[in-house]
């Protein structure tokens, strides 16, 4: 298991900004790097889905909802993964976790609130 700590989250009007990250801080750069990371998010009464993967190498892919407006990225060093969301809506409103593929680890989530 690897232990991830979301960040970021909060509330904000429609066609806002929000950066979540999501660290490993207790888990060595040779188990973190080279797994594939993504988040994913659920809102009330919905599954879990995913927003946004990223590989080791930063190839990425993203749910059609989201295409142009997120963007995944990775800092290895920092051991690291980053959801740079803009152009918010009401519909991204949600709760987002990081999730360590190789390991299938989770974080604790990160809420995500947006006013229409």
């Known amino acids: 298991q690897v232990y991830l700590v979301e960040s970021g989250g909060g509330s904000v009007q429609a066609g806002g900004s929000l950066r979540l990250s999501c660290k490993a801080p207790?888990?060595?750069?040779?188990?973190?790097?080279?797994?594939?990371m993504a988040w994913y998010r659920q809102a009330p009464g919905k599954q879990r889905d995913l927003v946004a993967q990223i590989t080791n190498d930063g190839r990425t892919n993203y749910a059609d909802s989201v295409k142009g407006r997120f963007t995944i990225s990775r800092d290895n060093s920092r051991k690291t993964v980053y959801l740079q969301m803009n152009s918010l809506l009401p519909e991204d409103t949600a709760v987002y976790y990081c999730?360590?593929?190789?390991?299938?680890?989770w974080g604790q989530g990160t809420q995500v609130t947006v006013q229409g």
């Open positions: 999730h360590h593929i190789e390991t299938r680890s």
């Open positions: 207790r888990t060595i750069t040779s188990v973190f790097n080279p797994s594939p």
